[in-house]
């Protein structure tokens, strides 16, 4: 389904429009208290953008230092060129290790690569652990937010699917659900073979990933398995451990509006003695995917800057309307409407660098000041490039004859006067469907001028 098919779709669906409403004034609120909290907030911006663009100009460096590093301390690190390779790696190793069950907590790179289907079709069950994705995953739907996937559901709908799901009583009480989910979840970890997490940060000085959370899953996924396995884009790299404190302090408060979240895990290789807290084999898996392709020109570049907060989706006015699965794609959003195309090429989601108003909410509320409305006029600009984007010879002619016109003040006036006489109103049928356009008034601005200056003068 197109783009625009499944917006006016989402555009319908009142109860869906009403939940995004709710959570996203929600998520808006606790930013702007959190920041209060930040005497520099936009000092806090800058160094992280800065971080950011040191590592992306100097990537390879960086990786093939956290990967000495990460090596060194016993972690196994695997490169990636593409989606079925790192699927391919990550099912070798769960079948090396006979694995049957993998817990996963929350991990966007997995969904992109479309983890679970691959494991799947192994043989291999994937179960999610965070409450969020573990809805959705039950529900058999993809995520609609980065940082809450379920946010399109309300309480009812999940006590509803909960019931079918999990035979418990139906309840929308909060706390009966999530305690529902504990207890399913609970035996599911202890059954593991494996754990699957994704990588919030990876220190290419000392080799360390950072897992940030809440909800004590990934604590969970990364320390019952024997063997772990972190999922990890390759533009998660920063150079140094002292600059995990400025990400510290933007992330959580951009994402879900908190000073912190409430587990930060840091793994730094597998564990050394037995009473060791963590997984006795670690694996790392650096995943491409089109992300080396946007490192060619400073603008696209930016892209890779994103610490997936999710503060883009929650001010921005389309994205609060229709959802995230509008979008068809694992990036909703505004940062998705960049990302995808990028990622997965413009013939496969042409439509989404339109799906913006250009209002700009989105850079002002990015932690790393991505200029998102850049980015968009960029790939719009290549989808006109394209071939299967290229504008028809109508609208090529059309506008060619409005800046023939537009560039002549004496034929416009001409053109336009002849336009007020016919009363001749300009095909704009996908304009005015959803807008009015105003008449044309009975005299021009400049008639209108001429007429009063003469007026004064003769007074």
């Not at 460096?61 to 079925?84: I, K, M, P, Q, S």
């Not at 610490?307 to 505004?334: D, E, F, K, M, W």
Request: positive net charge; contains cysteine; charged residues 25%.
């Amino acid at each position: 389904m197109s783009f625009e098919r499944s917006a006016r779709a989402a555009l319908a669906d009142e109860q869906l429009r009403g939940a995004l409403r709710h959570a996203t004034t929600l998520f808006g609120e606790r930013r702007r208290a959190a920041m209060a909290t930040l005497p520099d907030w936009e000092g806090a911006r800058d160094r992280a953008r800065a971080i950011k663009d040191e590592t992306l100009l100097h990537l390879d460096r960086y990786l093939e230092e956290f990967t000495a590093n990460a090596e060194r301390a016993g972690a196994r690190v695997h490169w990636a060129r593409d989606a079925a390779t790192a699927c391919e790696i990550i099912g070798r190793i769960a079948a090396e290790r006979g694995a049957r069950t993998v817990v996963k907590s929350k991990s966007m790179a997995s969904e992109e690569i479309h983890l679970n289907a691959a494991l799947a079709a192994r043989g291999i069950e994937p179960v999610e652990t965070d409450l969020g994705e573990y809805i959705i995953q039950l529900a058999g739907e993809a995520p609609s937010h980065i940082v809450a996937p379920a946010i399109h559901k309300t309480r009812r709908q999940i006590g509803a699917l909960f019931a079918e799901k999990l035979g418990m009583e139906p309840s929308d009480d909060v706390a009966k659900l999530a305690a529902a989910a504990r207890r399913a979840l609970r035996r599911r970890f202890a059954e593991a073979d494996l754990g699957v997490s994704g990588v919030n940060f990876a220190v290419a000085e000392t080799g360390t990933i950072l897992i940030l959370e809440n909800e004590g899953n990934a604590r969970l996924t990364t320390s019952l398995p024997r063997t772990h396995i972190a999922l990890m884009g390759i533009e998660k790299v920063i150079p140094r451990f002292a600059d995990l404190e400025v990400f510290l302090q933007l992330l959580p408060r951009s994402g879900t509006g908190q000073v912190l979240t409430a587990y930060q895990s840091l793994l730094t290789g597998a564990k050394r003695r037995p009473e060791d807290e963590g997984p006795a084999e670690l694996h790392i898996v650096l995943l491409d995917n089109g992300r080396s392709g946007m490192l060619a020109a400073p603008v696209t570049r930016q892209s890779l800057a994103c610490i997936r907060c999710g503060a883009c989706l929650n001010a921005c006015p389309v994205y609060r309307q229709i959802g995230g699965h509008a979008y068809g794609s694992v990036y909703p959003g505004p940062i998705g409407a960049v990302l995808t195309p990028q990622l997965f090429g413009l013939g496969r989601s042409s439509e989404l660098p339109y799906a913006s108003s250009l209002c700009g909410a989105c850079r002002d509320v990015c932690p790393v000041k991505i200029d998102i409305p850049a980015l968009l006029l960029h790939l719009r600009a290549e989808v006109v490039a394209t071939r299967a984007g290229k504008p028809r010879l109508l609208e090529r002619l059309a506008f060619s004859a409005y800046a023939a016109v537009m560039a002549r003040p004496r034929l416009f006036e001409s053109v336009v006067r002849l336009a007020r006489m016919l009363r001749v109103m300009l095909p704009l049928g996908a304009w005015t469907k959803w807008r009015d356009l105003r008449p044309l008034a009975p005299r021009s601005f400049r008639e209108e001028w001429r007429t009063r200056l003469r007026h004064e003068v003769a007074r």
